[in-house]
Nanobody
Framework: QVQLVESGGGLVQAGGSLRLSCVASGRTISRYAMAWFRQAPGKEREFVVTMNPSGNTYYTDSVKGRFTVSRDNAKNTVYLQMSSLKPEDTAVYYC??????????????WGQGTQVTVSS
């Protein structure tokens, strides 16, 4: 079992930045594909970015060039650096993990989410 806890969300003005953290426990994430998803009010959860254990990444088009995912396996932590934030980035952001060496679409473990609100 892997437990994931996100933090770092908050209220920020458009154009600002935030860094989300996802701390894993129960297993080392060095062999896990990790991802960030988000869910805006009244909308379905959507994929944001995934990173495999080798560091390869895939971003959804709407965040390319603005968001950067990284991982620190020694700290069992994944980060999402978000810059040039837009009001449409407002959502609950979820961290996810799955035991895979590949960029994955399905994830076995989820955090509880952290709210990001971008004001215009």
């Amino acid at each position: 079992q892997v437990q994931l806890v996100e933090s770092g969300g908050g209220l920020v003005q458009a154009g600002g930045s935030l860094r989300l953290s996802c701390v894993a426990s129960g297993r080392t994430i060095s062999r896990y594909a990790m991802a960030w998803f988000r869910q805006a009010p009244g909308k379905e959860r959507e994929f944001v970015v995934t990173m495999n254990p080798s560091g390869n990444t895939y971003y959804t088009d709407s965040v390319k060039g603005r968001f950067t995912v990284s991982r620190d396996n020694a700290k069992n932590t994944v980060y999402l650096q978000m810059s040039s934030l837009k009001p449409e980035d407002t959502a609950v952001y979820y961290c996810a993990a799955t035991p895979s060496y590949y960029l994955s679409v399905d994830y076995d473990y989820w955090g509880q989410g952290t709210q990001v609100t971008v004001s215009s």
